[in-house]
C-alpha cells in the first residue's frame, strides 16, 4: 500500500503563486509515476501533471504548461507542485496520486494510489 497527504491548499489572488506537497509513504517503490489531478465543482477530474521517480521526467497538460513546476525529491518520497500567475479557473481540488505505470500517464485510471485532496481557490 502507499499512503499520500498533499498539504500547500489555500485561498490566493489571481497573479499570486502556491506550493503543493504530496508525502507518499509506504510501498512507494512499487510505483514510478506521480501525478497531479485537479477536480473543480460540477466538472471531471483532469490531469494537470505527472513526474517520474527515477528520471525525473515531466509531463504537463496544457492548461498549466509554462505556468506549473512539478519536482520531486527522492529523498524525502514527496512530490511538489508550484503553481505560479494562478487564475480564477485554477480553483480547484487538487490530488495527487501515484501509478505502476509509466509512459504518457494521464488517464486517472492509471493510478491506483491517491491523496485525500488539498483545495486551492483563487479569487478575481
Known amino acids: 500500500q502507499v499512503q499520500l497527504v498533499e498539504s500547500g491548499g489555500g485561498l490566493v489572488q489571481a497573479g499570486d503563486s502556491l506550493r503543493l506537497s504530496c508525502a507518499a509513504s509506504?510501498?512507494?517503490?512499487?510505483?514510478?509515476?506521480m501525478g497531479w489531478f485537479r477536480q473543480a465543482p460540477g466538472k471531471e477530474r483532469e490531469f494537470v501533471a505527472f513526474?517520474?521517480?527515477?528520471?525525473?521526467?515531466?509531463y504537463y497538460s496544457d492548461s498549466v504548461k509554462g505556468r506549473f513546476t512539478v519536482s520531486r525529491d527522492n529523498a524525502k518520497k514527496t512530490v511538489y507542485l508550484q503553481m505560479n500567475s494562478l487564475k480564477p479557473e485554477d480553483t480547484a481540488v487538487y490530488y495527487c496520486?501515484?501509478?505502476?505505470?509509466?509512459?504518457?500517464?494521464?488517464?486517472?485510471?492509471?493510478?491506483?494510489?491517491w491523496g485525500q485532496g488539498t483545495q486551492v481557490t483563487v479569487s478575481s
Open positions: 496520486a501515484a501509478s505502476r505505470s509509466v509512459g504518457l500517464v494521464i488517464n486517472a485510471i492509471s493510478y491506483g494510489y
Open positions: 509506504g510501498r512507494t517503490s512499487s510505483t514510478y509515476t
Open positions: 513526474i517520474t521517480w527515477g528520471a525525473g521526467t515531466t
